[in-house]
């Protein structure tokens, strides 16, 4: 099995919600930017709940307007081996230092997770520490987790409450 690596955090001293996924997939890592796979529905989700078109948008300008949204991006796994792309592959995983990158966000309010696997690891890492902050479970934007888009999107909102953002 092939080692996969995870990217660095999309953060600043400004973020107040931070999304965490469990590990970048094949199409993520070939392209070296977090959600590359065109299926993945997480640019459009987080685009549809801060009113911008994150999909028209080129990957640079996608992660400012996140940090311009006070939203912080990072992944649960730092490394791990997996064959493809799904959760479910992943074996030998060492785990991001969680507790240190919340710890360094003066402003952070709520952690949100992508998915059922980023949250399991997420809360076993985080553990007291994520009592101090609101815990989201999101709906996974993975084309495997097959739910209707509304269904998901109607989730995601509730992280406008943290943003300081009109209902």
């Known amino acids: 099995m092939t080692l996969k690596r995870c990217f660095p955090p999309v953060v600043d001293a400004h973020t107040r919600v931070l999304i965490l996924g469990s590990l970048p997939g ?6 070296s930017q977090y959600y590359a796979y065109k299926h993945n529905q997480f640019w459009r989700l987080v685009g549809d709940v801060i009113g911008e078109d994150l999909p028209g948008m080129d990957y640079a300008t996608r992660l400012q307007t996140l940090l311009s949204h006070r939203i912080g991006l990072w992944d649960v796994v730092a490394q791990a081996k997996r064959e493809g792309s799904l959760d479910s592959k992943i074996r030998d995983h060492a785990g991001n230092d969680l507790v240190g990158l919340v710890e360094s966000l003066p ?5 949100a ?6 949250e399991r690891m997420g809360l076993k890492a985080l553990g007291r520490h994520g009592d101090r902050h609101h815990i989201v479970r999101l709906p996974s934007s993975s084309p495997a987790y097959t739910v209707p888009y509304a269904e998901k999107l109607h989730v995601w909102r509730t992280l406008r409450r943290w943003l ?4």
Do not use: K
């Open 26 to 31: 094949e199409a993520s890592l070939a392209q």
């Open 107 to 111: 402003n952070l309010v709520a952690i």
């Open 113 to 118: 997770f992508n998915g059922g696997t980023a």
């Open 164 to 167: 300081d953002m009109p209902r």
